[in-house]
């Protein structure tokens, strides 16, 4: 996501490395390892190796993972109230487990000015419902890239037995508004929710960062409760994702260790159950964008969230 407009306002810098040290005792080996990787094979990726929390894709889920050139979304989405239910769970060790997916953006915000740009309350102030998104500079949208991802995403997670839901699958005209995103989270008594995003910062910034609650406790914000096991999931997305992706940690936020503490994102401010927001990438730098429209890279991206969210719920 673009740091432009709702939930996407710059953060100040961060001068004190604090609690981020543990994060980077545990990521910075496979962050060093993965950077290697990806300079050195153009930033390609490569399998990590095997952890306990292994997200195994079946051949038939890897035969219907969208292609690099995923269809572009239907031009009058149907309206939809309520997030987009999840099929069956199968039977697997996360059977019993409620996963929020939230696809960042919605392909038709750009043709719903008026209403994304209303003002919501994000619990600590009013904040736009929602932006458009960024892209690559060959026009690849933000949005088309966040519902791809969480498309792979759900059939590996529903695998593993979990019940999915996403705030939106496209089924809808614009949105949702972000203290909607957060609500859908917490009706459905989530015990994860992640959302999906990839950046817009300058060319040369490059890497993920996972973006983490901070403690707020202001007007109809209360994350104290959700501040410590959404670190322990961000922590564990931001492993499994080094590791199976290859990407390094941002070279320009986060302090070198892939975490960035956010007190300003309605997303994360109004939600009452663990939560993180990872940007998978920067859609302005050439090298990232590439990656990002590849459809085999965005596997990896999927599979390595989806290990983290396991590791997270088997503890």
């Not at 759900?154 to 909607?180: H, I, M, N, S």
């Amino acid at each position: 996501m673009s740091y432009v407009g709702p939930d996407f306002e710059p953060p100040q810098p961060r001068r004190r490395r604090g609690p981020l040290t543990v994060a980077l005792a545990a990521l910075v080996p496979g962050a060093l390892l993965g950077w290697l990787v990806y300079e050195t094979v153009g930033g390609s990726g490569g399998d990590g190796g095997s952890g306990r929390a292994t997200v195994r894709s079946s051949s038939p889920a890897a035969s219907s993972a969208p292609s690099d050139d995923a269809k572009e979304p239907s031009a009058s989405p149907k309206p939809s109230a309520t997030p987009s239910a999840s099929a069956p769970a199968a039977s697997g060790p996360l059977k019993g487990k409620v996963v929020v997916i939230d696809p960042g953006h919605n392909p038709g915000n750009f043709q719903h000015a008026s209403e994304i740009n209303r003002k919501v309350n994000i619990g600590t102030n009013s904040k736009e419902c929602d932006t458009t998104g960024t892209s690559t500079n060959d026009g690849y949208t933000e949005a088309k890239f966040t519902l791809d991802v969480a498309h792979r995403m759900r059939t590996l997670l529903q695998e593993q037995g979990a019940t999915v839901k996403l705030t939106q699958d496209g089924d809808r005209p614009f949105g949702p508004c972000v203290d909607e995103r957060a609500r859908i989270g917490n009706q459905a008594k989530a015990d994860a929710v992640v959302s999906i995003h990839a950046d817009g910062s300058g060319a040369g910034n490059r890497g993920f960062h996972v973006i983490l609650p901070g403690a707020v406790h202001a007007g109809a914000a209360d994350t104290r409760a959700i501040v410590g096991p959404s670190r322990d999931l961000g922590e564990r997305v931001a492993g499994r994702f080094v590791a199976v992706t290859g990407s390094a940690p941002s070279n320009y936020i986060g302090d070198g260790g892939g975490l960035v503490t956010r007190e300003d994102l309605g997303g994360l401010n109004l939600s009452t159950v663990p939560k993180v927001f990872i940007e998978c990438g920067n859609m302005r730098d050439s090298k990232d964008a590439a990656l990002l429209t590849s459809g085999a890279w965005r596997q990896k991206a999927a599979q390595g969230i989806s290990e983290g969210i396991v590791s997270f719920l088997r503890g």
